[in-house]
């Protein structure tokens, strides 16, 4: 039991549960780190936040964090947060910590996560009591996702239906698309609100067109700016790339390798690529580094196999880099705006003439290209709607208990 209890609330402070994989200070586990940080940020006028995580910075790294108490409650940022060791992580070890917090609602951040999981099963087995719990699936209902280790995620979403484990719950769905994703696993009858995830209040506010480099024609730098594994899907660009043995092609990889396995089939290709293509690979950067990376880069590049938001869709649009990406995402709008392009995954022929594109590209075309793209970007993070929807999904499920 941790050793200082959260006190008890003031009347006007309504107490969120967080379960999430990953937290602060980590900085290796991707978009859902900063689904969590802004909606706490958001949000924490109107409530009091708590948070149950890992006590390590993503998948590939186990290392327990050495700058916080493994054993009590943690100030980080606008929240309280509690770091389990992966053998605390219990559906009794959740339980009682949820009882010692008694949350007004709780926000679970995956479907598929071992916390959320053990969690879920110590709520249908009455070691909680019944409190208001909201399911943001992050993606893992998407056809692509449920491909990676399907036999076990496909056991696991029979056994939940069969015995009700997800019995009441409101899915938090961050698109149309993802809303039809989780009615088409959990039914039609599943309660679910579409209230896309929420940004910062500012992405690069001090961001100029003279900062992205020159664009010539017959000349560009790609940012692939993701986790290494196979839903990302790098060995698709690098296939693509492959065809193109004209131009001069930068491509710059940042992130995690979550699948080593995959990452040395990546390698391969890439010491295959023409000469003419230049791969660096810059692995975990800093938020800081990873939005440098993106001003310093013309396009963004992401075939992912399914995506419920993308922050780094987001930072890339703020940074003036135009998208292309699969049509697995929310972010279509980018084909509207002129700000990019969605292209299909089974379109590989397409996916080589957009690349082609980006590399004859002229100078003017890129400067009207890069500024829609960082319109697009502002419009977003400005639009009330977005936080409003956030607000409304918390407020409903409040005054319904």
């Not at 995402?329 to 969605?342: F, H, L, N, Q, S």
């Not at 082609?356 to 502002?378: F, H, L, Q, T, W």
Request: with cysteine.
């Amino acid at each position: 039991m941790s050793r200082s209890l959260p006190q008890t609330p003031a009347a006007d402070r309504t107490r969120i549960l967080v379960i999430c994989d990953f937290f602060l200070p980590g900085r290796k586990a991707g978009g859902g780190v900063w689904t969590i940080i802004n909606l706490i940020e958001r949000l924490c006028d109107s409530y009091e936040f708590f948070v149950i995580t890992r006590n390590h910075d993503g998948r590939s790294d186990r290392e327990p964090y050495p700058t916080v108490d493994h054993k009590d409650w943690n100030e980080i940022g606008r929240a309280k947060v509690f770091y389990l060791p992966p053998q605390n992580i219990t559906s009794r070890r959740l339980a009682e910590l949820t009882n010692i917090i008694s949350p007004d609602a709780v926000y679970l951040n995956s479907v598929f996560s071992d916390l959320v999981v053990r969690f879920i099963i110590a709520r249908r087995l009455g070691m909680i009591r019944n409190i208001p719990t909201i399911v943001a699936p992050i993606g893992n209902l998407a056809p692509g996702a449920l491909k990676f280790k399907g036999l076990k995620k496909g056991l696991y979403l029979y056994a939940s239906k069969w015995t009700s484990l997800y019995r009441n719950v409101i899915w938090k769905a961050s698109s149309p698309l993802e809303k039809d994703e989780v009615r088409a696993v959990f039914g039609k009858r599943a309660r679910t609100t579409i209230a896309p995830d929420l940004s910062p209040r500012q992405i690069l506010p001090e961001f100029c067109f003279e900062s992205k480099p020159v664009k010539k024609a017959g000349a560009a730098r790609f940012a692939f700016y993701s986790r290494v594994d196979p839903k990302k899907n790098l060995i698709f660009l690098l296939d693509r790339l492959a065809s193109i043995d004209n131009g001069e092609i930068e491509l710059t990889v940042a992130g995690p390798v979550d699948d080593e396995q995959y990452w040395s089939v990546c390698k391969k290709k890439i010491a295959e690529l023409p000469k003419n293509i230049r791969v660096e690979m810059l692995g975990v950067t800093s938020y800081e580094a990873g939005l440098k990376l993106l001003i310093d880069s013309h396009f963004f590049v992401l075939p992912t196999l399914g995506e419920n938001f993308g922050y780094v869709f987001l930072e890339a649009l703020a940074a003036g880099c135009p998208l292309l990406i699969s049509e697995h995402t929310m972010w279509g709008e980018v084909d509207i705006r002129e700000a990019g392009w969605t292209i299909p995954l089974d379109s590989k022929v397409d996916w080589e003439s957009k690349i082609r594109r980006c590399i004859e590209m002229d100078p003017e075309n890129y400067a009207a290209i890069s500024k829609r793209a960082r319109g697009m970007a502002v419009d977003w993070i400005n639009n009330a709607e977005i936080e409003n929807a956030t607000r409304e999904l918390f407020r409903s499920i409040l005054t319904a208990s």
